[in-house]
């Protein structure tokens, strides 16, 4: 079939297994003449380690806690610009001591400068203006008052010599001119029906009685005089009433002050100045205290984005121990607990401590260091009088101590599922106990309940 299908499938695969077979015979025929193999090395029996074992203990059990830290001055702050923008000048470097207000670096600002000086004179300009008002207020009001008296007195003299006494005095003169002349009438009339009477006589009452006629129609016309002067005096008096009230309105209404609009003006124009003022201050470092310089990381020319840290500034001369602790060591830790400071370069002279600050999310952010600080800060009870900012120190704060108490090596305790146990050697038998453990340390673990003193632990 192959020579009529030369070039078919199954004509390849026939001649690959005819191949293998033939390979496979030779393998085999070698096999048989080879003879027996090499007798296999037998497997040496393991050793079982003996387990190690602890006597259970009566002594002190400390539970310390140990961190490193660097010297680091007390009062110190990082400083920041509070805006973008590009470096215009640096007025100090590294090592140089500046005091509080001093400007240590600005940004670009004279655009900003320009708009200050611009608002300024704004802000002049609406305050001269509501000046001018307010004098002129004033100078109005003053006028308003001397007006206003002047009225009340022209009332009070009014009142004083009013009509009322003019024309009670021409009734009276009326009446008597009117009495007058009925005694005269009855004088000539007496002299009429006395015929005996002289003639010269006669015409002396006639002559009296045409003066008391002539002295009532006088008489008559001053009342009539008076009774117009009263009808006109009540006028005026009612005209002089009004002034009065006028003129009380007009002091009314410069008392309220000037046009509330110009105080407007004006505290625009100093929310103006402020606003600029606050984007310069923005855009500069100000030293907040007395200090010196530790490190600076701007340059002029650069670009620097707001609130990246630019200066350090510190008080070097006060120092102090500054660590970065973890969350479960801040857990350990509180304000107020003593420590032992020893510092790398001088091991042989511990000094005392106390902590003094946690970070700001444990402590309430009472300290100086700012809102962001994330440090514990450890003060010397009596400071060495020589530090190096930087140097690092070993930290040892004592947790908890209980003394004559029962222990054991952690490596002896055993725990399973939660549960805390040891395995008690007694003469050739082993029986687990469970265990209430009590403070620990790296090297000891106080045991409340369980074993007894000089007990043997077998551990794993």
Request: proline share 5%; hydrophobic share 40%.
């Amino acid at each position: 079939s192959c020579a009529a299908f030369p070039s078919s499938f199954w004509c390849l695969m026939n001649r690959y297994v005819c191949l293998l077979l033939l390979m496979f015979l030779v393998a085999c025929g070698q096999g048989e003449t080879a003879g027996p193999g090499p007798t296999p090395t037998p497997l040496p029996t393991p050793v079982v380690p003996e387990r190690p074992t602890y006597t259970v203990q009566q002594g002190t059990v400390v539970n310390t806690l140990e961190f490193t830290g660097r010297v680091s001055p007390i009062v110190e702050q990082t400083l920041f610009f509070k805006s973008d923008g590009f470096v215009d000048q640096i007025f100090v470097q590294r090592g140089d001591r500046v005091q509080a207000g001093d400007v240590l670096a600005q940004l670009e600002i004279t655009g900003l400068q320009n708009q200050l000086a611009q608002m300024q004179v704004t802000l002049e300009t609406v305050e001269i203006r509501r000046q001018q008002a307010e004098q002129q207020r004033q100078d109005a009001l003053l006028e308003a008052q001397i007006n206003r008296d002047k009225i009340q007195l022209q009332l009070n003299q009014q009142q004083v010599s009013g009509g009322s006494a003019t024309l009670v005095a021409a009734e009276i003169e009326l009446e008597n001119a009117q009495t007058r002349v009925a005694a005269a009438e009855y004088e000539l009339q007496k002299s009429l029906d006395r015929e005996w009477e002289p003639e010269e006589l006669r015409r002396q009452y006639e002559r009296e009685l045409e003066a008391a006629q002539q002295a009532l129609v006088i008489a008559q016309a001053r009342l009539e005089d008076a009774r117009a002067s009263a009808t006109g005096g009540a006028l005026n008096h009612q005209i002089l009433q009004q002034e009065l009230e006028l003129a009380e309105l007009r002091i009314a209404q410069l008392e309220r002050g000037v046009d509330p609009l110009l105080g407007l003006d004006v505290e625009r124009a100093r929310l103006d100045v402020q606003r600029i003022e606050t984007q310069i201050a923005d855009a500069q470092l100000i030293a907040p205290f007395d200090g010196e310089v530790l490190t600076s990381s701007i340059r002029a020319g650069s670009r620097v984005e707001a609130f990246q840290p630019a200066i350090l500034l510190a008080q070097p001369e006060a120092q102090e121990i500054t660590a970065e602790l973890s969350s479960d060591q801040l857990n350990q830790v509180s304000v107020g607990q003593e420590a032992t400071i020893t510092l790398r370069s001088r091991p042989e002279e511990p000094f005392s401590g106390t902590v003094r600050q946690l970070p700001y999310t444990l402590s309430g952010g009472t300290g100086s260091t700012g809102t962001d600080d994330t440090r514990t800060h450890i003060e010397f009870d009596n400071p060495p009088t020589t530090l190096s900012l930087g140097e690092l120190a070993t930290i040892l704060i004592v947790l908890e101590e209980k003394e004559d108490v029962l222990w054991l090596p952690p490596a002896a305790i055993r725990t399973f599922q939660g549960r805390s146990f040891v395995v008690i050697q007694e003469a050739d038998t082993q029986r687990r106990a469970d265990v209430r453990l009590g403070i620990e340390s790296p090297t000891r673990v106080e045991v409340l309940e369980g074993v007894e003193a000089e007990q043997v632990i077998v551990g794993e």
